[in-house]
């Protein structure tokens, strides 16, 4: 074995020290806001606390019901009022008109004379499956994933020619499942779309929705299983997509809420600032009806110091604390400066690849933004009344990484803040992603569902 230079290992030595001592030296700090609202705006760490020190066990059982209840986005009328037949009425229009498209093209299919993978059987699948049972959607060695599942259970769907070539690569014998939108860990999805395709024709419909069921029972339920035609693409043939996401107003216990805001916890988010912050126990979410307090801010450096004197000296009032409550009225009005445009939310997307970080591949098209106050009815038969809870709903062709969850938790922040109505749009100016708020818990986030005709604003939940 020939023998390494003693000049390359001395090099090789003090670059693995360099590379050490960066790591050690790294400092994550607060983005450097320069408006008028700078003293006002939370930092990363004060978003993050904020958004975890709520009941969020409360807003995952309400999923939870609603995907063993096999009820699909109608579910959703308990929050939005009467409403649950307008919701099935859409759902049932939604498959006829995507039949009819799928017969006619499954008939031009035959006049041409297609063969070889036109001949195999396309099934469109609109399941419903609670995130906090699962580890996000997308299959991954030792995690228990809805993909994985449904794939598992689709194996004995596979014809014989694809099966043995499983075998001859000792692979297990899975089917492939193509969805709208991935997921990740602990979202839910009361409408997701997906499709499978077999060149098996004995397959029914059926016997998907027998397979699948079996699987998770009441975790992972089959709402409707169709066949269509080879061209039916899950992602690709969807015109837009639409996320609920319920925030909890009321504030749990937080001493029992704190081994969730561990150090080891917040140095999985890069967006944290680690800067000492004011303690959880003065994060607490007032009526939005009451006047907002506030709480220490922990900018208090040299520099602020000497900025707050002379702002000050110019008779300009800067405050020393800053808020702890929000207005749901002023979220709504941020949100719904976004409708109507397409916008590049790159600032808003989060573990993106870099060549998907600038251009088309960052821009979206919002059709509807709202949120509302509501009350999330009680899971628990003994308790009387729900809790308080602000609902966004958001509807684009649509989302990025991550985004509707840095979405959330920035218009939140900013209401808090007070600024001004064109804020969201004036961050995506920013050169830095640190400029938005860390994403807000997965627990409240839910995929309600996935449309293939024209949009249309009455089937929203939030209106006017």
């Known amino acids: 074995m020939l023998g390494r230079s003693p000049v390359l290992l001395e090099a090789a030595a003090k670059e693995v020290a360099r590379i050490a001592g960066m790591e050690s030296e790294k400092v994550y700090s607060h983005y450097n806001h320069t408006d008028s609202y700078h003293l006002l705006r939370w930092t990363a760490r004060e978003s993050y606390q904020f958004m975890y020190a709520r009941p969020w ?51 031009k299919d035959k006049e041409k004379g297609r063969g070889g993978r036109w001949n195999r059987v396309t099934f469109k699948i609109a399941l ?19 993909q994985g599942a449904e794939e598992k259970s689709l194996g004995q769907f596979v014809d014989e020619k694809k099966a043995k070539q499983l075998k001859e690569r000792s692979l297990l014998i899975e089917g492939c499942a193509v969805v709208a939108g991935r997921t990740d860990k ?100 007032q009526s939005m009806s009451d006047r ?36 749901v009225s002023k979220v709504d009005q941020l949100l719904r400066q976004l409708e109507g445009k397409m916008l590049s939310y790159k600032m808003f997307a989060r573990d993106t690849q ?9 821009e979206c098209f919002m059709f509807h933004c709202r949120a509302d106050e509501t009350t999330l009815p009680s899971t628990d038969k003994e308790s009387e009344g729900g809790i308080r809870v602000m609902c966004v709903e958001l509807v684009a062709n649509r989302f990025l990484r991550k985004m509707v969850r840095v979405l959330v938790a920035t218009a939140i ?39 293939y005709d024209e949009f249309k604003r009455e089937r929203c939940f939030i209106l006017d």
């Open 292 to 327: 907002p307090q506030a709480m220490p801010s922990d900018n208090s450096n040299e520099e602020s110091s000497s900025l707050d004197e002379q702002e000050q000296g110019d008779g300009i009032l800067i405050p020393t604390m800053k808020p702890q409550s929000f207005s």
């Open 354 to 362: 870099a060549s998907r970080n600038m251009g088309p591949a960052t």
């Open 413 to 451: 922040r900013e209401a808090a803040a007070g600024v001004e109505q064109d804020a969201l749009i004036t961050l995506m100016d920013a050169t830095c992603r640190r400029a938005t708020a860390p994403p807000a818990p997965p627990d409240g986030l839910c995929l309600v569902d996935v449309g």
């Open 186 to 285: 602990g979202v839910t999805a009361l409408q997701q779309v997906c499709s499978f395709y077999t060149w098996r024709k004995d397959v029914t419909t059926g016997d998907i929705k027998e397979a699948i069921d079996e699987v998770v029972p009441r975790k992972l339920v089959v709402l409707a299983v169709s066949k269509v035609s080879r061209e039916f693409h899950p992602n690709f043939s969807a015109k837009w997509r639409r996320y609920l996401y319920i925030f909890p107003l009321e504030e749990e216990n937080l001493k029992e809420n704190s081994d969730r805001t561990t150090p080891q916890n917040r140095s999985s988010f890069p967006d944290c600032d680690v800067k000492e912050s004011p303690s959880s126990s003065q994060l607490d979410v």
């Open 128 to 146: 419903s499956y609670h995130g906090g049972s699962f580890d996000g959607w997308q299959k991954q060695p030792g995690l228990n994933t809805v």
């Open 57 to 107: 066990e409360k807003v995952v059982q309400f999923y939870s019901n609603l995907v063993s209840r096999s009820t699909g986005a109608s579910g959703l009328s308990e929050l939005f009022g009467c409403k649950k037949y307008e919701m099935t009425n859409v759902m049932e229009n939604a498959d006829s008109s995507n039949e009819k498209e799928v017969t006619g093209v499954a008939s």
